[in-house]
């Protein structure tokens, strides 16, 4: 009878014991399994970009003109002009972007700015945004730039890095019904999904309508492509007129 109570007893404990390791085990794991899914891509802190600004540059096939159609909230537009914009940008170190002529490939090259409207934030001051205008029936390379003049002693551009990390970043581009306009990526990042940092589009028959525009940060590069997913760094809806 004792003898009977004794092994019990031992069988109890060690029921509990091994019930305890288990526990500690499956929580062990599910630190573990979380640990995995937050860490990031390696080399890259994931500082979310502060964007403020958002330039469209589109040159038709052909042509030596540039059409540059911007958006700005920082309250600190002023039409364009200025060195500041170009810094640290190696797509367009080559580029004076202003309204007068200059020297591009060996050509004379103009950019010319569009019509805009002005919207005001009491918060943050006007916001800028150009109505997009282009001819039908042509094929336009954009390049885009973005860059953060919230603080107009310092304006950081972004597009450089950017592209360096473009596995975690991609644009969006959504063409609302009736406007005749169609889009292609133009370039890639080292895994070979779109960034969208130069693209090419093709206008069509005469039409207005809207272009959104939207550039997602991924922490995880296997998000990349899933506009629901990732920080939003910018979104803006252009005007759009081809004639």
């Known amino acids: 009878m004792y003898l009977y109570l004794f092994n019990t007893r031992k069988m109890e404990k060690l029921l509990r014991k091994s019930v305890l390791l288990l526990l500690s085990g499956a929580v062990l794991f599910t630190s573990c399994r979380k640990d995995d899914d937050d860490v990031h891509e390696p080399g890259h802190s994931h500082d979310h970009h502060h964007v403020t600004t958002l330039k469209m540059r589109f040159t038709a096939e052909g042509s030596s ?3 540059e159609f911007v958006y700005d909230d920082s309250g600190n537009y002023h ?3 200025g060195h500041d914009d170009h810094d640290d940008h190696d797509d367009h170190d080559d580029h004076h972007h202003d309204d007068h002529d200059d020297h591009h490939n060996g050509h004379d090259h103009r950019v010319q700015h569009g019509d805009h409207d002005h919207d005001h934030d009491h918060d943050h001051g006007p916001k800028h945004k150009d109505h997009i205008k282009l001819q039908a029936g042509v094929k336009y390379h954009c390049e885009i730039q973005v860059l953060d003049k919230s603080n107009p002693d310092k304006v950081e551009d972004h597009t450089a890095e950017i592209k360096k990390e473009g596995a975690e970043h991609k644009f969006f581009f959504k063409i609302s019904d009736g ?3 169609s889009h ?3 370039d890639e990042d080292k895994n070979g999904e779109p960034i969208g940092l130069k693209n090419i589009f093709n206008t ?3 039409s207005t309508g809207t272009l959104k525009v939207v550039l997602k940060e991924y922490h995880h590069t296997h998000d990349k492509g ?3 997913k990732g920080e ?3 979104e803006v809806s252009f005007p759009v007129e081809i004639k």
Do not use: S, V
């Open 204 to 206: 069509g028959d005469a």
């Open 79 to 81: 039409g364009g002009h």
């Open 65 to 67: 003109e540039t059409l």
């Open 226 to 228: 899933d506009i629901t």
């Open 179 to 181: 406007l005749k306009l």
């Open 184 to 186: 292609t990526y133009n």
């Open 232 to 234: 939003t760094e910018i």
